[in-house]
């Protein structure tokens, strides 16, 4: 399946060229569903139709949803939240009070990403098209199974090698303390969310099947917050296939008092295409009327794509290479907009940490690298360079640097 997640500063018109995209696929014969992540939905106002948290046939081949965390989480954390409820009711925690604190923070992002890969084993569809949530959001959002990454393994080594063993003698003492015992439904609950969140890793960062496309006005917040989105998303491995800029003022007719606008556009444009180069750029002109329901949107994919197929991949070249000259292997990493001085880079165990302001990524090292020490980070053609020497065998700590 074919996943495209769009995204971009709120406001810029992402669920336009989100349901848009959908319709177009649809057309081409794709059986496509577009899917809504962004708690403020707007999805179904964009298809001037209601749509719930199970998708909803719009046309032939094509299907809506808005995701409802608070649905998902029920379905699949519901064993888990019983047992620590009881827990918290049992030390004077309110019900209402209890249920909350069950509820760990990034739980609805997380299963609203497991929808992801059910509909992607699914096989019914050929097509998936994200709607995400503003910028700050999607970052977290995608971001969520490779920052759990650490966390993931040592809870599941909790459980298998702590909780599991000691759950049934301990289950046969008193019933106090077999009330603190979680049941095997909630530890399979845990085991369950935790393989598949490794899964969706896989899914997102398959950069042959996922894609992501940024969606930005042709304004300097805009530019800005697209820039930091592009250097984040190639920091974690996510391809970005296509910029896609929207609303642009028609130059041929006189926009009377929207003619500064239209100057100030241009400039932005030209910086855009240099920027973003070697990235295709899709320019899309500024409507007379709001792009809603199906009629609009048809017509706004037509204009958006033309003949082309939406689906195809519009750029490709992977955001992390593992590359081997020599004794000389290096890891590189596409940061487009990065600033040196305020990325960060060391090694402990057979992790690489690569840290950019708030922003980190851990790489697994491959076996041949382990115990290697990494040499001067450097950039060279927007690439940031980490090399490691074969030849040199010292131990590699928690030594920092700059590149």
């Known amino acids: ?153 040592a809870v599941k080594n909790v459980t298998k090698y702590i909780v599991r063993p000691l759950s049934k003698p301990l289950s046969k003492m008193s019933d106090k303390i077999a009330s603190y015992i979680p049941s095997e439904d909630a530890l399979d609950s845990v085991d369950q969310v935790f393989d598949e969140l490794e899964d969706i890793r896989e899914i997102l960062t398959n950069n042959q099947k996922s894609t992501v496309r940024l969606v930005m006005n042709a304004e300097k917040m805009s530019i800005k917050e697209t820039m930091r989105a592009l250097t984040y998303l190639n920091l974690y491995g996510f391809k970005v296939d296509m910029v896609l800029v929207n609303r642009l003022l028609d130059t041929e007719e006189d926009s009377g008092y929207l003619e500064k606008w239209k100057t100030i556009q241009q400039k932005y444009l030209g910086e855009i295409v240099d920027g973003f180069s070697p990235l295709p750029v899709k320019k899309l002109r500024m409507y007379e009327q709001e792009i809603v329901g199906l009629k609009a949107l048809e017509q706004f994919a037509r204009d958006m794509y033309g003949d082309s197929d939406p689906s195809a991949m519009m750029y490709d070249e992977p955001p992390i290479k593992f590359v081997r000259t020599g004794d000389i292997y290096e890891v590189q990493l596409k940061l487009m907009f990065a600033n040196p001085v305020d990325i960060d880079v060391w090694v402990t165990g057979d992790e690489l940490y690569v840290h950019i302001e708030n922003q980190r990524k851990i790489i697994t090292l491959p076996i041949s690298l382990t115990g290697l020490e990494p040499g001067d980070a450097y950039f060279n053609n927007k690439w940031l360079h980490i090399p490691f020497d074969l030849n040199n065998h010292k131990q590699n700590g928690s030594r920092r640097q700059h590149a």
Request: glycine residues 8%.
């Open 1 to 153: 399946m074919r996943i495209l997640t769009f995204t971009g500063k709120g406001g810029v018109g992402k669920t336009s060229v989100s349901a848009a995209t959908a319709v177009r696929l649809s057309e081409l014969g794709y059986r496509t569903l577009v899917l809504s992540t962004d708690p403020a939905h707007s999805l179904s106002d964009s298809f001037n139709l209601p749509l719930g948290s199970e998708p909803t046939k719009i046309k032939e081949n094509l299907h809506a949803i808005e995701v409802n965390p608070y649905v998902d989480l029920k379905q699949n954390w519901h064993a888990v939240q019983k047992f620590y409820t009881g827990i918290f009711k049992a030390q004077g925690v309110s019900g209402v009070v209890a249920d909350e604190m069950t509820i760990l923070p990034g739980m609805e992002e997380l299963f609203s990403l497991l929808r992801i890969k059910r509909y992607d084993a699914s096989g019914l569809y050929d097509v998936l098209v994200l709607d995400t949530a503003p910028t700050g959001e999607t970052l977290r959002l995608l971001s969520l199974p490779d920052t759990l990454a650490w966390g993931m393994k």
